[in-house]
Every structure is written in structure tokens, then in C-alpha cells.
């Protein structure tokens, strides 16, 4: 790990169509396939990512991928070249998991570094079915991203909806 991000990017759209080497999934812990983010990256990807994730289950992720962890899989018909799946916490207002959110981001950092990837592109981790208040999520994946030690040259956040782009551009 050299140092950290030198190009932080925004942008509003659909991470499973970004031309990068990495395109993070905010996976369930049963890698899967759900809704969301993780059902879009298995349908646009196709079968080879879901039986990649069947074999890490199969082995080491037998009872699954715990929150705040990373693991990567082939991106089978993406443009990507891997995909990293990341299981975010689910919020609850009456306890701080913002810990485990950071490690997501990370943890998915730590993993490109391993594949020698360039290029990474993280939805809104947990943002969706998880609940996760957005000012908030954008505030710590920013900063983690930011102060993370990392080969990767350029992360880019891919935001799917104008609210959640404009909270996120806001931390450029």
C-alpha cells in the first residue's frame, strides 16, 4: 500500500455497468443473491459470479460473509474485472455499528489491494434494505475511504439516485 486515493469520484448511475477493476457488491451474508444492489450485480454478472459465491460458501464462508468483511469473486459478464462482496450492518438507532460500516470500505480496499486492482467502485453500503440513514453512511465511507492506506488510484461512488448523489458529492 503506497498511500491513499489519489482520485475521489462521484457519480450518479448503476455501479454494475462502471468500467473499472472493481466493482463492490453490498452483498447478504449468504453471497448468494438478494435484492438491491447485490440482486442487480448477480443478475448483470450472470451465473458465474453466483457459483463463485457457491463455492466460497462451500468452504471458507460456510455459514456465510460476516458484517464489516470482504471477499472478492470473478465479475463474470461485467465490465469489471472482480467483484468484491461486502456485507454492511444493518442500522439501529440504539447501537453504534458505524465501526463495522467503515470496515466494509476497508476491508474492500484491502482486498483490491491484494488483486492489484486500480480502480474501485463502491455503491451506498447499507443504505437500502439496511436502513442506513444516507448523511450519515456518506460521511463514514468518505472518511474511511480518504484515510485508508491503499494501492487503488481512483475510487469512484456510484450513486443510483439523485438524493443519494447529492448527499455524497457533498463530502467531496
Known sequence: MS?????????RGDVTEQR?????????SSLLGGGGVDGAVHRAGGPEILAACRELRAGPY???LPAGQAVATTAG????RWVIHTVGPVWRPDRDL???LASCYRESLRVADELGATGVAFPAVSTG???????DAARIAVKTVRETPTSVAEVRFVLFD???????????
Open 62 to 64: 460456510a455459514s456465510g
Open 3 to 11: 498511500g491513499s486515493v489519489s482520485r475521489l469520484t462521484f457519480v
Open 98 to 100: 458505524s465501526g463495522l
Open 162 to 172: 439523485a438524493e443519494a448523489y447529492g448527499v455524497f458529492a457533498g463530502y467531496r
Open 77 to 80: 459478464r461485467l465490465a469489471a
Open 20 to 28: 473499472v477493476d472493481v466493482v463492490v457488491n453490498a452483498a447478504n
Open 129 to 135: 434494505a439496511y436502513g442506513w440513514p444516507m448523511e
